[in-house]
T-cell receptor, first 115, second 115 residues
Framework: DAGVIQSPRHEVTEMGQEVTLRCKPI?????LFWYRQTMMRGLELLIY????????DSGMPEDRFSAKMPNASFSTLKIQPSEPRDSAVYFC?????????????FGSGTRLTVV | DQQVKQNSPSLSVQEGRISILNCDYT??????FLWYKKYPAEGPTFLIS?????DKNEDGRFTVFLNKSAKHLSLHIVPSQPGDSAVYFC??????????????FGQGTTLQVKP
């Protein structure tokens, strides 16, 4: 099993540009999560999906952020337009459940820098 | 509103000694708790967990203690090794019987184990 795969690993973009982060979850995992890591708040949950359907997007900071999961093996997190304060490491994770019993498997993250 | 708090951003200990990482939570509905470890440029990986029906769980050098009345948990690493140097995240979920909670993470504590 290749684990959770995220791309790109690093992204540097100019303020105002559109950024798309990609994630391939582990096959058979029905839940997919997008987290953002910052020094102040640690790992923040942005949104999660169950069977490709968004369940909770209360953590999405603004309308500039959107996420989709068109099928069980692919999800995107889009920021449009991007701002310098969006600079962070974005993690995708997948799991068999939404709860903690089985834990989540995380990808290696995408380090986003907006200049 | 930070429901899971790790108030110590960093901790430094000598190799062979005990490392104690602390975590506090505010939501009394949390019933499952996990610790994740994160190395630079990698995603967080699951370390150890505990259900609210227990007050201690041990796995090799790692032990997690839960004090529900104080809404506090701690991770003990004995003996500490240089390879334990990483960021440690505490996480909690309100799973209930349906395991439908979502993992809420703390800010993380950076542990440095000196040779």
């Amino acid at each position: 099993d290749a684990g959770v795969i995220q791309s790109p690993r690093h992204e540097v973009t100019e303020m105002g540009q559109e950024v798309t982060l990609r994630c391939k979850p582990i096959s058979g995992h029905d839940y997919l999560f997008w987290y953002r890591q910052t020094m102040m708040r640690g790992l923040e949950l942005l949104i999660y999906f169950n069977n490709n359907v968004p369940i909770d997007d209360s953590g999405m900071p603004e309308d500039r952020f959107s996420a989709k999961m068109p099928n069980a093996s692919f999800s995107t997190l889009k920021i449009q337009p991007s701002e310098p304060r969006d600079s962070a490491v974005y993690f995708c994770a997948s799991s068999r459940t939404s709860g903690g019993t089985y834990g989540y498997t995380f990808g290696s993250g995408t380090r986003l820098t907006v200049v | 509103d930070q429901q899971v708090k790790q108030n110590s951003p960093s901790l430094s200990v000598q190799e062979g000694r005990i490392s104690i990482l602390n975590c506090d939570y505010t939501n009394s509905m949390f019933d499952y708790f996990l610790w994740y470890k994160k190395y630079p440029a990698e995603g967080p990986t699951f370390l150890i967990s505990i259900s609210s029906i227990k007050d201690k769980n041990e796995d090799g050098r790692f032990t997690v203690f839960l004090n529900k009345s104080a809404k506090h948990l701690s991770l003990h690493i004995v003996p500490s090794q240089p390879g334990d140097s990483a960021v440690y995240f505490c996480a909690a979920s309100a799973d209930g019987s349906s395991n439908t909670g979502k993992l809420i993470f703390g800010q993380g504590t950076t542990l440095q184990v000196k040779p």
